[in-house]
C-alpha cells in the first residue's frame, strides 16, 4: 500500500502542463536546460541543413539537372554552410559543455546563469532570423564565406539578413565563451586545481579562449559587410579605394579558430571517454593539455592557408603552410596519447 | 579466392576500381595527369604528402586495431582493473620527434616548389598575356601583340607562358587543372602566374572562385599548339582586318548589317580592339565552345542570342540589347559563324 502512495506522490509532482514546462524553458536561467535548448535548437538547425544538403545532392545526382535553378541552388549552399557551422555544430557543442563543464568541475552552475539564457536566446533569434529570409525576397547567396565583392554586389535582401542573423547570433556564442571562462577560472571547486580538470574542462576552457579571440574578427568583418551594403560605405568597393581581400583576412581569423572550436571539445570527450572505458587515468595529461594549447595557439597562425591561392606571394604562402603542417605534431600527441591509454597491460 | 568466382570476382573488383578512377575527370581536367610544368610539381607534392600521411594513418590504424582487439573487455574479466600508468616520457619524446620529422620531409619541398612556381623573374624574356575575369566569361590580351581573345586561349606548346590576371567585377579564379595550379583573379591587383604545357592539347579551364549563378559554367579552353602553328596563328590574327574580311554568304552579309544595326558592336569587338566589354568575336567560327560550355553549332548560337538568359543565368548580355525574332536570330548566327580568321583551330592542337 505504501508504494501505491510514493507512486502517486511523485506522478502528482512530475505531471506539469505543457505550458508550465515551456514557460520553465522560456523562462530558465538553469545550466542544464539551457543545454537542453541549445541541443534541441541546434538540432532543429542540423534537420534543416540536412535538408539543404539533400537538395544539393538531388542537383547534382545527374548532369545537367534542373531540379532547382542557379540561384536557388546558391542560396542553398549558402545556407547550408551557414546553418551547418554557425546553428548546428556549434550549438551542439556549447550544449554539452553547458550540461557537462560545471559539473566536472564541482560548480553549482555557470558564472553568468542570466548571460547563459541571453546567449541561447540569441542564437535561437539569429538563426531564425537567418532562416526568415527565405521567405521575405530570398536567402543569402554569396557563400557560407561570403566572400567580398560578391557578397557586397548580391541583389536582393538575402545578404542583409546573413550579415544580422550571424551578428546577433555570433553575440550569444561570444557571451557563452566569455562565461565559460568565468565560471573554470573563478568557481573550480576546492581542490580542484587546473592541472586536476579532466580533459573535457580543459577543452571547454580552451575553446572559449578561442570564441573570445576570434569571434571579433568576425564581428567587425560583419560590421564593414553592413556599413558597406546598408549605409553605402565602400570599405570593400575597389572602385572607391576599397579591398575585398581584408573581408578574406578577417573572415579566416575567425574562420580557422573555428575548425579548433569545433573539434578541441570533442578532443575533450575522447580523452575522457577513452580514459573512463579503459578504467585508467589518461596517458601523459600534462603533454595532452599542453598539446590542446598548442593546437589553439597555432589555430591562430594558419588562417591563411585558406588563402593560398590569393596572391600573397611565396613568403606568406610558405609560412602559413609550414605552420598548417606543424599543427600536426600537438595532433600526433594526443592521438598516441588516446591509443596508450587503451593500452592496458593484462 | 576459389574458383572461376573468385577471379570473376577479382575482375569485378578491378574493373570497378578503374571505373571509379576514371570518374575522377576527363584527360585534359584533371589534376592527377599532369600535362604542365605547375601540374608536375603540384603532382610531385600531391604523391609526396599522400604517402607520408597514408603510411602514418595506416599504422595509427593498426596499432588501434590491435588496441581494441587485444585489451578489449573479455568474459570473465569484467572487473579486471589495468595497471595504472600516468605517461612513458621516452615513449612521449618518440611520438613528438617522429611527426616533426615527417613536417620536415613534407616541409622542404612545400617550400621550394612555392617559391618555384611564384617566381616571376624572367616575365620579361616570355609572352605576357593579361587576362581578364568577368562574371562570367574570360578575356586574353596578348601584351604587345594587338591580339585579343575571348574563351580560348592559345599558347605555343613546351614555352612558359606568363598571365597577369585581373577582374573587372568579383574575384575569379584561374585554374587548368591538367597544367597548372589556381591563381585568383581579384579586382584589386594583378596576380601573376606562370603556365607551361608539355603536350598540344585542348586543356579545359574553370573558374574556381565562388563568382555567382553562372560560376559553374564559366568555362575557358586552353589550346596549346606548336611553336609554328602558333606563329601562323599569330600572324594570322594579326592580319585579319574586319573591314576586309566579306561574309561568303547572302544571309550572312545581312547577319552583319544586322550585327551593326543592333548595336552588338558597343560590347563585342571583331579584330583586335581594347573593348572588352563583351567577349571579343574576333575568330569566333573556330570557337572550341559556345560561350565556354555548350556545342559550337548554329543552332545553339540562335539560341544563345534569344535568350542567353536559359544558357547563363546571370550574365549581363541579357537585355541589353533590342529583341530579335527567329530570322534576324538566325542570320546574325550565320554571321559569327563564318567569322574565321585563321585556320589554326581547336583541331589542330590534335585532341
Known amino acids: 500500500m505504501s508504494i501505491t502512495a510514493t507512486d502517486k506522490i511523485t506522478s502528482t509532482s512530475q505531471k506539469r502542463s505543457f505550458g508550465a514546462v515551456l514557460w520553465d524553458y522560456l523562462t530558465t536561467v538553469d545550466h542544464k536546460k539551457i543545454a537542453h535548448i541549445y541541443l534541441f535548437g541546434g538540432g532543429f538547425f ?16 545527374v548532369p545537367e539537372n534542373d531540379f532547382v535553378s542557379a540561384g536557388v541552388y546558391n542560396e542553398m549552399i549558402t545556407m547550408h ?16 559543455m553547458n550540461a557537462a563543464m560545471p559539473l566536472q568541475i564541482g560548480a553549482r552552475d555557470v558564472a553568468f546563469p ?22 521575405l525576397g530570398g536567402a543569402p547567396d554569396a557563400g557560407w564565406t561570403a566572400y567580398a565583392p560578391l557578397s557586397t554586389q548580391s541583389p536582393g535582401l538575402g545578404v542583409d539578413f546573413y550579415v544580422m542573423g550571424l551578428q546577433i547570433a555570433g553575440a550569444g556564442t561570444l557571451m557563452s565563451g566569455i562565461n565559460f571562462l568565468v565560471t573554470i577560472i573563478n568557481m573550480r571547486a576546492p581542490g580542484m586545481t587546473y592541472m586536476r580538470m579532466p580533459l573535457f574542462a580543459w577543452a571547454t576552457f580552451i575553446t572559449s579562449v578561442l570564441i573570445l579571440f576570434a569571434f571579433p574578427a568576425l564581428t567587425i568583418g560583419l560590421f ?45 570527450l575522447f580523452s575522457d571517454i577513452f580514459a573512463t572505458f ?31 591561392t590569393v596572391g600573397m606571394g611565396p613568403i606568406a604562402n610558405t609560412i602559413f603552410s609550414v605552420a598548417t603542417m606543424a599543427i600536426a605534431i600537438p595532433t600526433g600527441i594526443k592521438i598516441f596519447n588516446w591509443l596508450a591509454t587503451m593500452w592496458a597491460e593484462v | 579466392m576459389k574458383g572461376w568466382m573468385g577471379k570473376a570476382k577479382a575482375i569485378f573488383l578491378l574493373s570497378f576500381t578503374a571505373l571509379l578512377l576514371a570518374g575522377c575527370g576527363r584527360e585534359n581536367l584533371t589534376a592527377l595527369v599532369p600535362k604542365g610544368y605547375g601540374a608536375e610539381q603540384s603532382m610531385k607534392l600531391i604523391i609526396l604528402t599522400t604517402v607520408v600521411m597514408g603510411s602514418v594513418f595506416i599504422i595509427v590504424c593498426i596499432i588501434l586495431a590491435f588496441v581494441l582487439f587485444k585489451f578489449r573487455r573479455k568474459k570473465g574479466q569484467e572487473d579486471f582493473i589495468p595497471k595504472q600508468v600516468e605517461g612513458h616520457k621516452g615513449l612521449e619524446v618518440i611520438w613528438t620527434v617522429i611527426p616533426i620529422i615527417l613536417v620536415i620531409i613534407m616541409a622542404v619541398p612545400t617550400t621550394l616548389v612555392s617559391f618555384d612556381l611564384a617566381d616571376a623573374s624572367d616575365a620579361k624574356d616570355h609572352l605576357n598575356i593579361k587576362v581578364t575575369g568577368n562574371q562570367y566569361w574570360w578575356h586574353f590580351d596578348y601584351e604587345g601583340e594587338d591580339i585579343q581573345t575571348s574563351q580560348d586561349l592559345y599558347i605555343p606548346v613546351g614555352e612558359k607562358v606568363y598571365l597577369n590576371m585581373i577582374s573587372t567585377d568579383v574575384i575569379h579564379s584561374f585554374w587548368v587543372p591538367a ?15 606562370y603556365i607551361e604545357a608539355y603536350e598540344e592539347g585542348v586543356y579545359y579551364g574553370k573558374c574556381a572562385e565562388f563568382c555567382g549563378p553562372s560560376h559553374s559554367l564559366m568555362d575557358f579552353k586552353v589550346i596549346a599548339v606548336s611553336k609554328e602553328e ?4 599569330v600572324a594570322d590574327m594579326q592580319n585579319y582586318d574586319p573591314e576586309k574580311d ?106
Open chain 2, 230 to 233: 602558333y606563329d601562323k596563328w
Open chain 1, 81 to 96: 554552410g551557414t546553418t551547418m557551422i554557425f546553428l548546428a555544430a556549434m550549438p551542439i557543442l556549447l550544449a554539452l
Open chain 1, 114 to 135: 542570466f548571460l547563459n539564457s541571453l546567449g541561447v536566446w540569441l542564437f535561437i533569434f539569429g538563426g531564425l532570423l537567418l532562416n526568415i529570409s527565405w521567405f
Open chain 1, 224 to 268: 564593414l559587410l553592413m556599413f558597406d551594403r546598408m549605409f553605402g560605405a565602400a570599405f570593400f568597393d575597389v572602385a572607391l579605394g576599397g579591398n575585398t581581400i581584408i573581408w578574406q583576412h578577417l573572415f579566416w581569423i575567425f574562420g580557422h579558430p573555428e575548425v579548433y572550436i569545433l573539434i578541441l571539445p570533442c578532443f575533450g
Open chain 1, 46 to 61: 542540423f534537420l534543416l541543413g540536412g535538408l539543404e544538403a539533400l537538395i544539393i545532392r538531388i542537383q547534382l545526382a
Open chain 1, 278 to 308: 579503459s578504467k585508467k587515468r589518461l596517458f601523459g595529461y600534462t603533454s595532452m593539455v599542453f598539446a590542446t594549447m598548442l593546437i589553439a595557439f597555432l589555430g591562430f597562425m594558419v588562417w591563411a592557408h585558406h588563402m593560398f
Open chain 2, 179 to 193: 597544367i597548372s595550379g589556381k591563381m585568383d583573379v581579384n579586382p584589386e591587383n594583378v596576380n601573376t602566374m
Open chain 2, 246 to 351: 566579306k561574309p561568303e554568304s547572302a544571309i550572312a552579309q545581312e547577319g552583319k548589317e544586322l550585327f551593326e544595326q543592333n548595336n552588338c558592336m558597343a560590347c563585342h569587338a571583331i579584330g583586335s580592339s581594347p573593348n572588352q566589354v563583351g567577349p571579343n568575336l574576333t575568330n569566333f567560327g573556330n570557337r572550341s565552345k559556345l560561350a565556354g560550355i555548350e556545342e559550337h553549332t548554329k543552332e545553339k548560337v540562335i539560341e544563345w542570342i534569344q535568350d542567353p538568359e536559359s544558357l547563363k543565368p546571370g550574365n549581363l548580355m541579357t537585355g541589353k540589347y533590342p529583341k530579335l525574332n527567329d530570322d534576324e536570330a538566325e542570320k546574325i548566327a550565320e554571321y559569327l559563324m563564318q567569322l574565321k580568321a585563321t585556320d589554326i583551330t581547336p583541331d589542330s592542337a590534335g585532341k
